[in-house]
Structures are given as C-alpha cells and as structure tokens.
C-alpha cells in the first residue's frame, strides 16, 4: 500500500498496523493505529524491517542490527542484536514492533530484548529466553506471549509477560505441547487444545491462572479470536460466540 501520490509500494517487512511505503531510496511509514505519518527520511537499503515505536522510526538490518532513527533521518544510537541460545541464527531473529503506550520496543528470537527508546537511545530494559510475539494492549497492560522450545528434550513452555519490564504474568504451559500459542485477550488467555489431546479442550483462563470455561471441540469446524470474543462454527452449521 502506497502513502499519497509520491510513493510506491514497498515490500519491506512491518509489524501489523504499519504501512510502509518509498520515497526515492527512503521510506515513509503510517501508523494506522495512531494516524501518524514519519516522514521520508530512513534510508531503506539493508533495512530487513522498520517500525515505529514511541515517536521515533526503528530500523532492523539485514545484518541484525537494531538502529533508531531521528526526525531527519539521521542515525541516533544502532546496536547490534546477539541471541545467546545456541545453534540461533541472525536471520532468525525479527522487529516485533512498538509496545501500546510507553516508547519500548522488542526483537525476538530464541532470545528476545525489549529496549526503551525514549532518550534518543536503545538502551536494553530486559531480555527473555524464548521468542516473544506481538503485544496486547489488557487489563493488566501490554502483554505478550513467550515461546520456549527446550533443544534438547524439544518440550514447549509458554508464557505470558509483561513487555514493560519482561516480567512474567502467568505460566499457561509447562512442557505441554499445543495445537496454537495462547490467546491474549482484555482479562485473560485462551488456551488452545493440546496435541493428542481426545477432547480437544480450548479453555479461558484469568491472569491469575484461574480457568474461568472450558469447552469440547472435538465437534467444531472452525473457531477465532476477534475484539475479544471466540467465534465458534460448529459442525451443524452453527455460529456461537463466548466472551
């Protein structure tokens, strides 16, 4: 999707809810949440992706450097990203995106860092073992599931954190392997069925770990996740909602 007359479209990997677009060889991003348009001034080669996050653009290389930009374009701070879980890669690793609310971003990979921006550097506020995905905005602040594979049992635990500070919120698996990461929802998560699990059971659970429903669908076609809600297709046909 190109932004006004002067761009073009941009293949350049964004976060969801950003769009990307060039100017020349420099890009221009909007953040469709928010409205906010960052002028063309970030020059686009090397750059593996882009983001904003606080008021200030991020750039994530090619080479796995993490590099905040000014208002002109101009480099302010660049870092390079180190994984400390072996047999990691650097093209494994990716610009998760800006956390709803302060000026933090995160990159994940086997190991992942949330770093604040907002003195014009990256200064690193914590780092998870594990790849953490995109942020929700919830009851209890932005939080975000992280995914831990054990290399040498392959076992997955998963976790919810606070992507301010990294903390953990709640541990929705221990060793247990699911058919699909939690879901983050306003007041809680949505656990999926495990694998090899007979009844197939998709329960709601609070952040403080207490399961608030449950249900078999081990009958059901199709369900998502959308504004809060689970839609449900049965196998009859029928589309239930629960909140």
């Given amino acids: 999707t190109a932004i006004g007359p002067r761009t073009r479209t941009t293949e350049l990997p964004t976060p969801p809810g950003v769009v990307v677009g060039g100017v020349g060889d420099e890009v221009v991003a909007l953040d469709v949440a928010t409205g906010v348009v960052y002028e063309p001034s970030v020059p686009a080669f090397g750059l593996a992706s882009i983001a904003p996050v606080g008021d200030r653009l991020v750039g994530f290389t090619d080479d796995a450097d ?25 093209g494994r690793a990716r610009l998760v995106g800006g956390v709803p609310g302060p000026s933090i971003g995160i990159v994940a990979s086997g190991t992942s860092i949330g770093f604040d921006v907002s003195n014009d550097r990256i200064e690193v506020l914590w780092e998870v073992r594990g790849r953490v995905g995109a942020p929700v905005d919830t009851a209890n602040g932005p939080l975000a599931v992280a995914r831990i594979v054990d290399p040498e049992t392959g076992t997955v635990d998963v976790a919810v954190i606070d992507v301010r500070d990294g903390t953990t919120v709640a541990v929705t698996d221990d060793g247990t392997t699911r058919v699909a990461d939690p879901l983050i929802v306003h007041d809680g998560y949505l656990r999926a069925p495990a694998v090899g699990d007979p009844d197939e059971t998709i329960a709601a659970v609070g952040f403080d770990a207490t399961e608030r429903w449950s249900m078999s669908t081990a009958d059901v076609s199709w369900y998502q996740l959308a504004d809060g809600v689970l839609y449900v297709l049965g196998d009859d046909g029928r589309l239930t909602a629960h909140g």
């Fill in 66 to 90: 993490i590099i905040l930009y000014g208002r002109t374009g101009t480099p302010l701070d660049q870092r390079p990203f180190v994984s400390n879980v072996f047999g990691d890669f650097p």
